[in-house]
């Protein structure tokens, strides 16, 4: 099974799902796509600062100077020994196939997606709303991976209000896109307590690490027009 995978460039969240497609020996993991959120920034700086305050762009850019140091270290002699802490340190170190991109949605990706040919592009973690042309290959399934148990809390920062609303639980649903954002039809969910005492990065990070158990299967089954599997929630 070949299968893609899209993810914002400066995200950490999205690594336990690329680290169970990385190490599956039934799937092959032909491209990664990242979203250049980083060229975003610098396009519009005051945004960025809107969106997460001056601290906040200052950790993300620390951040990045430290990822960049750790992946030139990877390139020249310590590979091995530099464990991935984000996903695009992933790539660079495992050498998988990669590229950046500031829009899915041009003619020009939809080109290299169609020449791929994945069975599945899995997007996790990207700010980049997919539109009906690129979703529309008919050799490729699209599956998103969402943290909260759909269809409650669609959008943007679920967990955010999921604490704000009080709810006793969190989770991940992993299903199908389509045009309207997080409505396509439901192919695994799992659900855990909501711990407040956790940060909102600690809670969808380990409902990240629930959809990496989960989705091999998930894939499996979609690519081969069988009826979605129930996993148990705890």
Not at 25 to 37: K, R, V
Not at 46 to 72: E, P
Not at 207 to 227: Q, S
């Amino acid at each position: 099974m070949r299968v893609a995978f899209l993810t914002n460039r400066t995200t950490r969240a999205s690594l336990p799902v690329l680290n169970a497609l990385s190490d599956s020996q039934s799937i092959e993991l032909c491209h990664i796509f990242f979203l250049d959120t980083l060229a975003q920034a610098r396009s519009s700086p005051a945004a960025l600062i809107k969106q997460f305050g001056l601290l906040g762009v200052v950790s993300r850019i620390g951040r990045q100077v430290h990822s960049r140091l750790r992946t030139l270290l990877g390139r020249t002699f310590a590979r091995r020994w530099i464990r991935a802490t984000s996903a695009y340190e992933l790539a660079v170190l495992k050498g998988f196939p990669y590229s950046f991109h500031s829009d899915m949605n041009t003619p020009e990706t939809i080109d290299f997606l169609k020449t791929l040919a994945p069975n599945v592009l899995v997007v996790c973690v990207c700010k980049n709303i997919l539109r009906p042309p690129i979703l529309s290959i008919e050799s490729t399934h699209f599956v998103n991976i969402h943290p909260s148990l759909l269809p409650k809390y669609r959008g943007p920062m679920p967990t955010f209000w999921m604490r704000y609303h009080g709810e006793e639980h969190t989770g991940v649903t992993i299903h199908q896109m389509t045009a309207e954002i997080d409505v396509g039809t439901i192919l695994a969910q799992r659900s855990v307590p909501l711990d407040y005492g956790k940060s909102e990065l600690q809670l969808e990070f380990e409902v990240f690490e629930l959809a990496a158990e989960i989705l091999e299967a998930t894939l499996d089954r979609l690519v081969h027009n069988e009826p979605p599997l129930h996993f148990s929630t705890e």
